[in-house]
């Protein structure tokens, strides 16, 4: 399927491995030119060796998304690099695990940071290009928590909803400009993130952990990071024109709900 999205400028938060390095892919095979970023320099710098082996056109900057000045320094390779931002990925690992009484203001504040102000600051500086082109398309990496939260995961559950609420509003606010907004809400996928989910659920062994999220889940399996990417790739094509204010699962039926 051509996604006529061939020479478009994507921006892939947290594109150095897990999530966001398969989205970053698919849409390389899609012919989209990546700005790729990550805090860890070492990563990045292989992850982007790999993607321009196969012939893709991709920068890397690394950033602390936290940091508004390192959301800046993002932007501004891009804008080095190609130019306005076509497609916006927002990504960030998730924050720790724990019950409300284990986490400080401290930690709160760094989780609000780091999963909905970095998703504001990466909007912010990407959307005003994509509305005076008249084509955008904004996609938001969240969580199933945002439709039936995840016990002992009060911050993602909380913070990640906050993402949702933002993402919906915005998406009507920049409808008729051409631009979508939409959120994926990755079930449990394996990452690095996930074994260390799992080692908590399963006391210290993670294939506890794994067995009671595969009984949990009716395909009986964990994700493949490749499985979110392709539905990523579509929301950032041509095709996905008339998809706005989503919040789309990609999680084997994990979540009951009709809605």
Known sequence: ????????VALVAASSRGLGRAIADELAQ?????????????????????????GADVVAQPADL?????????????????GEIDILVTNTGGPPAGPFDA???GTWQHAVDQNLHSVINLTRGALGGMRARGWGRIINVTSIAVKQPVDGLILSNSVRAAVTGFARTLANEVARDGVTVNCVLPGYTQT??????AEKVGDGDPAKGYAR???????????????????????????????????????????????
Not at 1 to 8: K, V
Not at 36 to 48: D, N, P, S
Not at 192 to 197: C, P, Q
């Open 103 to 105: 986490h400080s203001p």
């Open 1 to 8: 399927m051509d996604l006529g999205i061939a020479g478009r």
């Open 30 to 54: 899609a012919g989209a030119r990546l700005v790729l970023c990550a805090r860890g320099a070492a990563a990045l710098e292989q992850a982007r060796e790999e993607i321009a082996a196969t």
């Open 192 to 197: 690095e993130r996930v074994v260390h989910l």
């Open 213 to 259: 999220w595969e009984s949990e889940i009716p395909m009986g399996r964990l994700g493949e990071p490749r499985e979110l990417a392709a539905l990523v790739a579509f929301l950032a094509s041509a095709r996905a024109s008339y998809i706005t204010g989503q919040s789309i699962a990609v999680d084997g039926g994990w979540i009951r709900s009709l809605l």
């Open 66 to 82: 936290t940091d508004p000045a390192g959301v800046q320094a993002v932007l501004d390779a891009a804008q080095r690099a190609f």
